[in-house]
């Protein structure tokens, strides 16, 4: 085997674990529905395998389905996740069986396989890529699930690098082009493509995710009570919602307490605040004399290299992420301190804005000039539109395999379960 296909094995292999991880849990923890949000852990599981089986093996191979009687089940078209525990889905054991026996016959097709042919799905091993990716997405989405059931197996302990107290709140973005997307990573989705130039005026963007100290003074202040930071749709959000802080907080005299799979703790101020929906960080943002950043400001902000004139693939280079730069990959099951990652900073000196929590921008899902769908239309282009926000940057639950600086995420206003936060911008007063 090559030098690709030893990594894109090694990736399948490295997925497959996280999400054997994720279930090894009693039954009834993985069949039950612990939000009308979420579908039940072992739904996702079958789902990762049903979706490898339909791109790698019957898409890109033309192998025969091996159960196309359950293909409908795993459809997340077909049935919205709140009605998915009716569905009649595989049991844990049925589930393994089946997504190991795809496994199996996609190791072969790698063997088998030319990178280097004409057909799309196969150049540069796309379908691996788009298989790989989706897997690590559901199993974010698990963890989510995980979260919001309270149980605590997946809290992990992995040591984070320190914060830091110093540095300045905000970073200057000169007036200027930068490429938006990309024409050249093989593995972006079709939402990230093309490649195309944008002009910014300048402005001003925080350097570090707002923080849990300055939201709790939001809270403190009587944002949640004061309708003239808040969105429309947010005020109506809040009234109905009943929302008072984070998804998770929970206050006792004067201390807030955050419950963290399962485990109640006292809020860290330092770590920067997650589980913030849309219209929480946009009421943050107009309280604070801010808005949120467009998708354009995060992508430039985050990526682009002046001096070189090019985009980069991470915000300190095209170096993979490691330990010193980004807490991605749920080494610890939290956001690490507010400026851990100096080594991190993109070259306009902002900080933490790959991993730790995915942010909030001020833009709707929409699509690139030029977009064209690919593989499929049910990956971006349904979700297109002025109904889901996006959102940047990865979390500490993200997998580097599912990051970098073009990558794009969306999701509800309302959404909180989700691990988010946001991180403020405002115009650079013209000279
Ligand atoms: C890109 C995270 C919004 O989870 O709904 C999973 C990814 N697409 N299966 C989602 C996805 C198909 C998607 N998000
Ligand atoms: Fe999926």
Redesign the pocket.
């Known amino acids: 085997m090559n030098d690709i296909k030893e990594r894109i094995a090694a990736e399948l292999t490295a997925v497959r674990d996280r999400s054997l991880t994720y279930t090894e849990a009693e039954d009834d923890l993985l069949l039950r529905q612990h939000s009308p949000l979420m579908s039940p852990l072992v739904w996702d599981l079958a789902?990762v395998g049903n979706?490898e089986e339909l791109w790698v093996l019957r898409e890109a191979a033309g192998i025969t389905p091996l159960r196309p009687e359950i293909d409908d089940i795993y459809d997340?078209f077909k049935h919205p996740r709140k009605d998915r525990p009716t569905l009649p889905i595989l049991g844990p054991d049925e589930a393994r069986t089946y997504i190991g026996g795809v496994r199996g016959r996609v190791l072969d097709v790698l063997d088998a396989i030319d990178l280097e042919a004409a057909a799309p799905l196969h150049r540069d091993g796309f379908v691996f890529g788009l298989v790989i990716q989706?897997e690590h997405?559901?199993d974010?989405?698990m963890l989510a699930t995980w979260q919001l059931s309270r149980s605590p197996g997946l809290v992990r302990d992995g040591d984070l690098p320190p914060g830091r107290a110093t540095g300045p709140a905000e970073v200057y973005v000169p007036a200027g082009p930068f490429q938006m997307g990309t024409a050249t990573l093989p593995w972006a989705y079709d939402n990230e493509r093309p490649a195309h130039r944008v002009e910014l005026p300048a402005y001003w963007i925080d350097r570090l995710p707002v923080g849990n100290a300055a939201y709790a003074a939001f809270i403190e202040s009587g944002g949640y009570d004061d309708q003239r930071w808040w969105h429309p749709a947010g005020w109506r959000w809040r009234q109905e919602s009943g929302a008072v802080a984070p998804l998770f907080w929970t206050r006792e005299g004067d201390t807030w307490w955050r419950t963290r799979f399962g485990r109640t703790e006292p809020v860290p101020m330092d770590e920067p605040v997650q589980h913030v929906s849309w219209y929480e960080a946009d009421a943050y943002a107009r309280w604070a004399g801010r808005r949120l950043p467009t998708e354009a400001e995060w992508e430039k902000a985050c990526g682009w290299d002046p001096a070189a004139g090019r985009a980069r693939k991470y915000p300190w280079g095209d170096e993979d992420p490691r330990p010193d730069l980004a807490n991605l990959g749920h080494r610890a099951a939290r956001p690490a301190p507010l400026g851990a990652y100096p080594a991190g900073a993109s070259a306009y000196g902002a900080e933490q804005m790959v991993g730790d929590v995915w942010e909030w921008t001020g833009s709707w899902f929409q699509p690139y000039p030029g977009f064209r769908s690919f593989p499929y239309k049910?990956?971006s282009e349904v979700?297109f539109g002025q109904e889901?926000r996006v959102l940047r940057g990865g979390s500490w639950a993200a997998d580097p395999a599912a990051v970098r600086t073009t990558f794009?995420?969306?999701?509800y206003p309302i959404r909180r379960q989700i691990f988010t936060g946001f991180r403020c911008a405002r115009d650079a007063e013209r000279a």
């Open positions: 789902h979706y997340a989706h997405q559901h974010e989405t049910e990956y979700f889901y794009r995420n969306w999701d």
